[in-house]
């Protein structure tokens, strides 16, 4: 099972579906509002059975070498995800995705996890440039890739359905492997 010791507060892991499922749902319903604004798979996720599927799937992703999506456990509990959704093979890049349960927020887990997946990507998986792409309108979200040193790189314009039954723009952020190394 792959696990990431990140510091004496976070890890990151690999889900166990079974074992997980209830704790991750539970956090997706106690949070749900605030996390529907900006993720829209969050009203596909209706019981602990849809995130047991999903959890599933991203393992099985995770086997195939197609992405990376892990549980980020705050002082042993599960207090979200984050992921490399997609490894794009052709230019070496893949973007993080991530997602806090609304009580694990504001404590510098985020920041430390992104931190934790770019050490990781750019050692383990060898990638060239990681992405992040927010809504312009979730500064949580541009906050964690600008505290993190992520590049603006400009805004894709209509990039993004979200719940309110719009497109909205969003702010891609990326950070290369030579900057990474740049800032030891």
Same mark, same amino acid.
Request: hydrophobic share 40%.
């Given at each position: 099972?792959?696990?990431?010791? +990140? ?128 809504? +312009? ?48």
């Amino acid at each position: 099972m792959f696990a990431y010791h +990140v510091d004496n507060q976070i890890d990151l892991a690999l889900p166990r579906p079974e074992i997980d499922s209830p704790a991750l749902f539970s956090l997706i319903v106690a949070s749900r509002k605030k996390l529907v604004a900006w993720l829209p798979w969050v009203l596909k996720i209706k019981s602990a059975e849809d995130e047991l599927t999903f959890l599933k799937s991203a393992c099985q992703h995770y086997g195939e070498g197609k992405s990376l999506n892990t549980v980020i456990y705050y002082e042993n509990q599960p207090a979200g995800m984050i992921s490399f959704n997609k490894f794009k093979k052709t230019d070496q890049s893949a973007d993080i995705g991530y997602w806090l349960g609304n009580k694990f927020t504001k404590k510098g887990i985020m920041q430390r996890s992104v931190k934790a997946m770019c050490q990781l990507g750019f050692s383990d998986y060898q990638l060239n440039k990681i992405v992040i792409n927010a809504a +312009v309108e979730n500064q949580p979200s541009n906050h964690v890739a600008q505290s993190c040193s992520f590049h603006f790189d400009g805004v894709l314009r209509a990039n993004e359905y979200l719940i309110d039954g719009h497109f909205h723009d969003e702010n891609h952020w990326s950070l290369l492997k030579a900057e990474w190394e740049q800032r030891k």
